[in-house]
């Protein structure tokens, strides 16, 4: 296990109702004017804004409201909230919504308190100070609630980028999971499929006896297996969605990610194509991560087995163990498929000619040195086509081809 430091210092309230406990954890927290940020009116419709503003009128804690945050955050509306904070002299952030308000939210608690441009922090510049940030969460997914990272895409370029820092760490987060029982299904699955996104991410690793970040993972997507299906079946299961709630903060507040290196190059292909299609984050990565994986599979065969084996229940052949690294690979995309995900990039809005673009903005855009470094180091090469290589082992971009050429012939 490598040295690290663990600091997550979120107060979480969690269960039915807790959103009555905003104003008072504002103040709890130091908060005596409020910015409330929320997206494109899920949070208006429920009534939980209502009920948000209700909690701070009820301590006398004044606020200003900015909403129309979209799925992946655009840059425009952190500049209009960052000034719009300065104006009112706002000392807090509260961020009702999902993991798009909530990283906006961040965005701006970030440039606030920042002399020069915020989109400095998501070229590499770590954020060590911030306006105190506060959620309350109505989608189970990006686990921004726990997390220190913000996702925002630069309208000027549309690169969609992260920045990090404890001091974007939430102060609380208000997890309620009735709130999540008015999402579609699609956003559930997208959400879940999220979910274990981060865990697989964390669960790839170069680090050697890690056995205990990897059984908690291993549960963890064992849980989002079981509670899954549950919730697509039955929107209103209060208890699953509890479960999912909680996994969803634990597979990326690092818990489970400490200690280990860790992967994140699934997340960097499919950050290009939200930038540029405006799919659900969920969706593209439910293509992504099967096509990824298959792709890297053979750096550590044993590794993809042994999720194979622990989680998805497949068979160990020991002779042949990429047999049952692919077979769970399987598993996994035959699980997103099984909750409402899209198979194939085509199906996200993804075009063949756009493949360079795509390429270049993965490796060079916004100042990338040309590769991505996680489980393995991807180059353009393998992002791209390299004649005679892919025949083995076709390349990420190369099943993307694919992909949308089955898709083609199977819709002829
Ligand atoms: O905007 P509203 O009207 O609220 O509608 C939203 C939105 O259309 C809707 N929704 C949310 N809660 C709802 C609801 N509809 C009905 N009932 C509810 N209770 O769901 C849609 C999606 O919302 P969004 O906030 O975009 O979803 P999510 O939480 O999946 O966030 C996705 C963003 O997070 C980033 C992604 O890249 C993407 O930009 N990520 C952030 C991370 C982080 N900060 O740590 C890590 C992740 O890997 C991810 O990259
Ligand atoms: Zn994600």
């Given at each position: 296990m490598?040295n690290?430091?663990?600091?997550?210092?979120?107060y979480?309230?969690f269960?039915k109702d807790?959103?009555?406990?905003?104003?008072?954890?504002?103040?709890?927290?130091?908060?005596?004017?409020?910015?409330?940020?929320?997206?494109?009116?899920?949070?208006v419709?429920?009534?939980l804004?209502?009920?948000v503003?209700?909690?701070l009128n009820a301590?006398?804690?004044?606020y200003?409201?900015?909403?129309?945050?979209?799925?992946?955050?655009?840059?425009?509306?952190?500049y209009?909230?960052i000034?719009?904070c300065?104006r009112e002299g706002?000392?807090f952030?509260?961020a009702?919504?999902g993991?798009s308000?909530?990283d906006?939210s961040k965005?701006?608690?970030?440039g606030?308190?920042y002399?020069g441009?915020f989109w400095?922090f998501?070229c590499?510049k770590?954020?060590d100070?911030?306006?105190?940030?506060g959620?309350?969460?109505t989608?189970?997914?990006?686990?921004?609630?726990?997390?220190?990272?913000?996702?925002?895409t630069?309208?000027?370029?549309?690169?969609?980028?992260g920045?990090?820092?404890d001091?974007?760490?939430p102060k609380f987060?208000?997890?309620?999971p009735?709130?999540?029982?008015t999402?579609?299904?699609?956003?559930t699955?997208c959400g879940i499929?999220?979910?274990m996104?981060?865990?697989?991410?964390?669960y790839l690793?170069?680090t050697?006896?890690v056995?205990v970040?990897?059984?908690?993972?291993?549960?963890?997507?064992?849980?989002m297996i079981h509670e899954?299906?549950r919730v697509i079946e039955?929107p209103?299961?209060y208890?699953?969605?509890?479960?999912i709630?909680?996994?969803?903060?634990?597979?990326h507040n690092n818990?489970?990610?400490?200690?280990?290196s860790?992967d994140w190059?699934s997340?960097?292909?499919?950050?290009?194509?939200?930038?540029?299609?405006d799919c659900a984050h969920?969706?593209?990565?439910?293509?992504?991560?099967?096509?990824?994986f298959?792709?890297v599979?053979?750096?550590d065969?044993?590794r993809?087995a042994k999720?194979?084996?622990?989680v998805w229940?497949c068979?160990m052949d020991f002779?042949h163990?990429e047999?049952?690294a692919?077979a769970g690979?399987?598993?996994?995309r035959r699980?997103f498929i099984?909750?409402g995900?899209?198979?194939y990039f085509?199906?996200l809005g993804?075009?063949?000619e756009?493949?360079?673009k795509?390429v270049?903005?993965?490796?060079?855009?916004?100042g990338?040195?040309g590769c991505?470094?996680?489980?393995?180091?991807?180059?353009?090469e393998?992002?791209?086509?390299k004649p005679?290589?892919q025949?083995?082992r076709?390349?990420?971009?190369k099943r993307f081809f694919w992909?949308i050429?089955t898709?083609?012939s199977a819709?002829?």
């Amino acid at each position: 296990m490598d040295n690290f430091n663990f600091y997550s210092p979120t107060y979480f309230a969690f269960g039915k109702d807790r959103e009555q406990d905003a104003g008072a954890l504002v103040k709890r927290f130091g908060g005596s004017k409020v910015l409330i940020h929320y997206g494109g009116g899920s949070v208006v419709r429920s009534g939980l804004l209502d009920r948000v503003k209700a909690s701070l009128n009820a301590e006398s804690i004044p606020y200003v409201e900015l909403g129309g945050v979209k799925p992946n955050p655009r840059s425009g509306l952190v500049y209009q909230g960052i000034e719009l904070c300065k104006r009112e002299g706002v000392d807090f952030v509260l961020a009702v919504g999902g993991g798009s308000t909530i990283d906006s939210s961040k965005a701006i608690a970030a440039g606030v308190v920042y002399d020069g441009d915020f989109w400095d922090f998501y070229c590499g510049k770590y954020i060590d100070k911030a306006l105190p940030v506060g959620t309350i969460l109505t989608i189970t997914a990006a686990g921004s609630e726990g997390s220190p990272d913000s996702v925002i895409t630069n309208e000027n370029g549309m690169y969609k980028r992260g920045a990090t820092g404890d001091a974007i760490r939430p102060k609380f987060s208000i997890l309620n999971p009735a709130l999540t029982q008015t999402l579609p299904p699609y956003q559930t699955a997208c959400g879940i499929t999220d979910i274990m996104a981060h865990l697989y991410e964390r669960y790839l690793t170069n680090t050697k006896e890690v056995e205990v970040t990897d059984r908690l993972t291993e549960a963890l997507l064992l849980t989002m297996i079981h509670e899954g299906p549950r919730v697509i079946e039955n929107p209103d299961n209060y208890e699953a969605r509890a479960n999912i709630m909680w996994a969803g903060m634990m597979a990326h507040n690092n818990a489970v990610g400490v200690g280990r290196s860790q992967d994140w190059t699934s997340h960097d292909i499919e950050h290009e194509l939200s930038a540029l299609y405006d799919c659900a984050h969920g969706a593209g990565l439910a293509v992504t991560l099967p096509a990824n994986f298959t792709y890297v599979m053979h750096h550590d065969v044993m590794r993809f087995a042994k999720v194979a084996v622990r989680v998805w229940g497949c068979q160990m052949d020991f002779d042949h163990p990429e047999v049952t690294a692919k077979a769970g690979i399987e598993a996994l995309r035959r699980f997103f498929i099984s909750i409402g995900m899209p198979k194939y990039f085509a199906e996200l809005g993804a075009k063949e000619e756009d493949i360079p673009k795509l390429v270049n903005s993965l490796c060079r855009g916004n100042g990338r040195p040309g590769c991505l470094t996680g489980f393995t180091t991807l180059n353009e090469e393998d992002c791209a086509t390299k004649p005679g290589f892919q025949m083995r082992r076709p390349n990420i971009w190369k099943r993307f081809f694919w992909n949308i050429q089955t898709l083609r012939s199977a819709t002829r």
